[in-house]
């Protein structure tokens, strides 16, 4: 399925770049053709590396931090996984995100803040959690999707300022006011299709990799209370980044409070998370 849904997304990037470049006529969709193939392999082998570079994350050896090298090499062995490299991102932001194209070529990235913040059963399920991205094999369509969602709003960008500019170049003004408006319609929907593509990938799979966690772990209300940790901490301390990467996160990493936005979350909501692992929204709460 998540091979399928990969295939998808690149065929979308292809067909979008060709839908915008045939407004310049058959030389600009040849040219849009071009440059999708290139975006399409560079998402495929780099998208990765360019989520990790985002954040400043810095690898780390078992020396640096065995906290967690010892956790995931335990977790990797019951899998069957290759050990994936480690990263540490330079926030006090509490996060974590896997990335990669596959298990062989998988990586886990965790904040100082998330270290700081989880005792050593909470980071564990969070690490499993993670984990069980790169065993589900969905880490490469969500750093495939984050790759997509950026460029759809850089496209968006670009072609609201080839519109304006063209416009001054000559034409009617019938042409240029049909022309901005198509360039303002882009401007809105692109955004929007982006986000789709990140609500299409993003619920189910962090429903998925915390089920896979806690029953990796045996101990979802380690689980859960990190979770809970990490809701209540992230709406303090909200981690620095981008809406196009904000699905590769364990926890939605820009919180809004508008709700508008909140029908764009690429996360389910913590309690429903929560309340999947172990049967109520809260680790403090009564059962319902």
């Not at 839908?19 to 780099?46: D, K, P, Q, R, T």
């Not at 050990?83 to 965790?110: E, L, Q, W």
């Not at 981008?242 to 926890?251: E, N, W």
């Amino acid at each position: 399925m998540n091979t399928l849904k990969t295939a998808f997304l690149l065929t979308a990037l292809t067909l979008l770049l060709v839908l915008i470049g045939s407004h310049w006529g058959e030389g600009g969709m040849i040219i849009a053709f071009v440059i999708a193939a290139g975006m399409n392999f560079f998402s495929y082998f780099y998208s990765d590396k360019l989520a990790l570079r985002m954040y400043n994350a810095q690898p780390v050896t078992r020396e640096q931090l065995p906290r967690a090298y010892e956790v995931v090499e335990r977790m990797t062995q019951r899998m069957g996984l290759p050990m994936p490299k480690i990263y540490v991102i330079p926030t006090d932001a509490p996060n974590a995100f896997a990335t990669g194209r596959n298990p062989n070529h998988a990586s886990v990235a965790v904040t100082h803040g998330i270290l700081q913040l989880l005792n050593d059963d909470e980071l564990e399920g969070v690490l499993a959690h993670e984990l069980g991205h790169v065993r589900n094999r969905d880490i490469l369509t969500s750093s495939i999707a984050a790759t997509i969602a950026g460029a759809i709003m850089l496209l968006a960008r670009m072609t609201w300022w080839a519109e304006i500019f063209g416009g001054f170049g000559g034409g009617g003004g019938r042409d240029r006011r049909g022309g901005g408006i198509s360039a303002l319609f882009m401007l809105i929907l692109a955004p929007i299709a982006a986000m789709l593509i990140q609500l299409w990938i993003s619920r189910t799979r962090e429903y998925e990799a915390d089920a896979t966690g806690a029953h990796l772990t045996g101990n979802p209300y380690a689980l859960a209370s990190a979770l809970e940790k990490l809701d209540a901490y992230s709406k303090r301390m909200p981690m620095p980044g981008t809406p196009s990467t904000a699905h590769l996160f364990i926890v939605q990493p820009l919180l809004s409070r508008n709700s508008f936005a909140n029908l764009f979350s690429t996360h389910p909501p913590i309690p429903k998370r929560i309340e999947r692992l172990i049967g109520r929204p809260s680790i403090y709460g009564a059962p319902r």
